[in-house]
């Protein structure tokens, strides 16, 4: 039988809905990028102080149970590590300051080591993912289908998004999870679920922001070492300029000097978010680890801070949909 004799036949295969096109996109980048092995183990040692603070949520458990000997070994090991003031409001009232602890344990999890990790995997996962297709002009692929520029953006958000929630968001949530399972009643679950959405929304401060001025920077560059040299100057000598200002006797104290370093305002987000400092008033902390506490209190503007990376995803979103649609340009 002829080509001409076939005619019109129907799609007989599986459609998928249009709202999840950028799926695939997702799938083959998640997949291309677990063959690094470097990848694989960072992901892996983001875990490792969930190990830690699992310990510290057990302990507290424990000294929270009425059932539980004071005079235990359980105690005096927490009696160590938090003081015995602390324990023995925990032990006497847990209730009255547990959404405080939670905040605590939370705050120093997530500000510190979980940064650190999220902008180096960035570095690792982001800059091949655009820069690789304008290299490769594998846009005529892409846009020779259905697929629209906002299809294209999403999918390759979705993987840095995936990577970056592994080593933030992921390991906050299995912490709440276990800081739940090692409380003795479920009175716990409400009296911390304000603490988890505001782990979660402190964790989208970190991913949304980081995921689109990598893929921004991605896209300016046919070489995806280019774009991670210009995010590691972003990320390491930020902060070094925003020291040197601070330090200049006519912005010294000034309110928007922060904002040129992305890791500051970052973390003066999510340290607003967090309030450490009016958490802390009414715990019986003992010296060392107030002070330690009110260093995890920002000076700077939780506010300004939220603004200025929400002005830089849409700045960065803005440029993303123009270097992916010029290409197919005319």
């Not at 299995?174 to 479920?186: A, E, G, R």
Request: contains cysteine; positive net charge.
């Amino acid at each position: 039988m002829g080509l001409f004799e076939i005619g019109y036949r129907r799609y007989e295969g599986e459609r998928t809905s249009h709202a999840l096109r950028w799926l695939p996109i997702t799938r083959s980048g998640i997949r291309i990028a677990t063959r690094s092995k470097l990848l694989r183990r960072l992901v892996l040692i983001s875990f490792l102080p969930f190990l830690y603070f699992g310990w510290v949520f057990f302990l507290i458990g424990r000294i929270t149970d009425p059932s539980v000997d004071p005079s235990g070994p359980f105690f005096a090991i927490a009696r160590e590590i938090f003081g015995t003031g602390l324990v023995r409001q925990l032990h006497e009232d847990p209730g009255a300051i547990r959404t405080a602890v939670w905040t605590g344990v939370f705050g120093y999890f997530g500000t510190y080591f979980q940064l650190y990790m999220a902008s180096v995997v960035a570095a690792v996962v982001g800059p091949p993912l655009v820069a690789n297709d304008l290299k490769t002009r594998a846009f005529l692929i892409y846009f020779s289908r259905p697929v629209s520029r906002l299809d294209y953006v999403l999918g390759k958000a979705g993987v840095l998004v995936a990577f970056l929630g592994a080593v933030t968001l992921l390991p906050s949530l299995l912490l709440y999870t276990l800081s739940i399972l090692f409380s003795p009643s479920i009175g716990t679950l409400v009296q911390t679920l304000p603490v988890l959405g505001t782990v979660i929304l402190a964790s989208l401060g970190t991913i949304v922001p980081a995921a689109l001025i990598l893929l921004a920077l991605s896209s300016l560059t046919r070489q995806p070492r280019f774009a991670t040299v210009t995010w590691f100057v972003l990320c390491l000598f930020g902060p070094i300029a925003y020291e040197i200002l601070d330090q200049t006797r006519s912005l010294k104290g000034s309110d928007w000097t922060f904002l040129v370093s992305l890791p500051h305002t970052v973390r003066a987000f999510q340290l607003g978010l967090y309030d450490m400092q009016g958490h802390i008033e009414h715990l019986a902390l003992r010296g060392d680890m107030r002070v330690m506490a009110e260093q995890m209190s920002s000076a700077h503007s939780a506010a300004l801070a939220g603004l200025w990376l929400g002005a830089l995803s849409v700045l960065s979103l803005f440029v993303l949909l123009r270097r992916v649609d010029s290409p197919t340009r005319i």
